[in-house]
């Protein structure tokens, strides 16, 4: 999936989003913003741990919730020649992206404070693409397996939110990019076998 | 030249918990033939299309596009064919970015996709089975399926794509009907 096709995706993917879901990522926005500045107060890692569970959220929200949860089973996509592989990748990054914005504004609203300048922060950054990323494979299931998926993607974001609060600054990034990458791959491969496997029927 | 066939079905079937969905069947697309397959229900003339366009891989048999097995070589199948669903509303959703992406995702610039798309529109109108047709068709595919198609569309894809093998699903207790090549005048 080269760049145009990428850009493609995103646009498609965004124009799916109804009113409710823009709103919803607005609002979260502002929720991240106003935490992660009042939860400065209590210190750095603590408002970092409550920015990854709120990055975490948008992330499930965005990968499988309304249009964008059923975006995966369009026969548009799976019309097209592409391996499970590929569609798997290009799939993350709508859903990375709305949680990339509500780490964004968290880190903004953190910066606004007088916070936000230890590279901790970037602990938020790294769970959004992993909830995401787990979280779209729920997308392909029904009932309690789809739930099973968003209960893994919460947890992939409970236990990055949790190194700030357990690990110094080093051993909370260096956790959180070693879980992001192991996980992440590990994720991203599952959900791109079942779309490889996933046949439209039901 | 020895062009192997658009679509070659070999005793496929389509079971799914245990009960048969789709009875096994042959099938044989010369391309610029265009031909009509008929099944029991709706629910398995949308599969055997599925099928046909390697969107779903049959239970027993095989189904091959050209050269490709749709089981082994789904990516390479499916660059070779243009899918209408019955199903056109959410389909050819959104008409524009869809068609953007579609284009990029087979690598078709974007101008032409969007002539091919209005060459479509011309022909068919500018309702959402002229809308999904054309998202279908903005490459040049060896292979139209087309899913329950309304009458005469099959006729009017063949002859806006002479080239090209089309077939259509229908719902009919009949097994297959093939029809004849649509004549070159209204191929133009």
Request: overall charge positive; glycine content about 8%; hydrophobic content about 55%.
């Amino acid at each position: 999936v080269n760049g145009r096709a990428l850009l493609s995706f995103v646009r498609w993917h965004a124009a799916r989003m109804s009113l409710v879901s823009l709103f919803g990522v607005v609002l979260l926005g502002l929720v991240a913003w106003s935490t992660a500045a009042a939860a400065l107060r209590y210190g750095a890692p603590l408002a970092c741990a409550l920015l990854a569970l709120l990055a975490t959220c948008a992330a499930i929200g965005a990968a499988t919730w309304g249009d964008g949860g059923t975006a995966p089973r369009s026969l548009l996509l799976l019309s097209a020649p592409l391996y499970g592989r590929q569609l798997a990748r290009a799939l993350v990054v709508a859903p990375s992206l709305v949680a990339f914005a509500c780490a964004l504004a968290g880190w903004a609203g953190a910066l606004a404070a007088g916070g936000g300048r230890q590279p901790l922060w970037l602990v938020p950054f790294l769970a959004a693409p992993l909830a995401a990323t787990v979280a779209l494979s729920a997308t392909l299931r029904e009932g309690a397996r789809a739930l099973l998926y968003r209960v893994l993607a919460l947890g992939s974001g409970l236990l990055l939110a949790a190194l700030p609060l357990t690990c110094g600054t080093l051993g909370a990034l260096a956790g959180a990019l070693a879980l992001t990458a192991i996980l992440g791959f590990v994720a991203l491969r599952a959900f791109g076998e079942a779309l490889a496997r996933y046949d439209p029927v039901g | 030249v020895n062009e192997p066939p658009a679509l070659r079905v070999a005793a496929a079937s389509f079971a799914r918990a245990g009960r048969t969905l789709v009875a096994a069947f042959d099938l044989l697309v010369a391309r610029g033939e265009r031909t009509e397959l008929a099944q029991p229900s709706t629910r398995a003339a949308s599969i055997a299309a599925s099928m046909c366009a390697a969107l779903v891989k049959p239970s027993a048999g095989a189904v091959y596009v050209a050269d490709y097995e749709t089981r082994l070589q789904p990516a390479q199948a499916k660059r070779l064919v243009a899918f209408v669903p019955a199903d056109v509303e959410a389909y050819a959703r959104d008409f524009p970015r869809a068609l953007a992406l579609r284009a990029a995702l087979l690598g078709v610039p974007a101008e032409l996709a969007a002539r091919r798309a209005r060459e479509v529109e011309a022909l068919l109108g500018h309702g959402t089975y002229a809308r999904a047709v054309a998202l279908a068709l903005c490459d040049e595919a060896a292979l139209i399926v087309l899913d329950q198609p309304p009458p005469d569309v099959a006729r009017a894809v063949a002859a806006l794509r002479p080239a090209a093998a089309v077939l259509s699903t229908s719902v009919a207790p009949a097994r297959e009907r093939r029809s004849e090549p649509a004549p070159l005048e209204a191929r133009t």
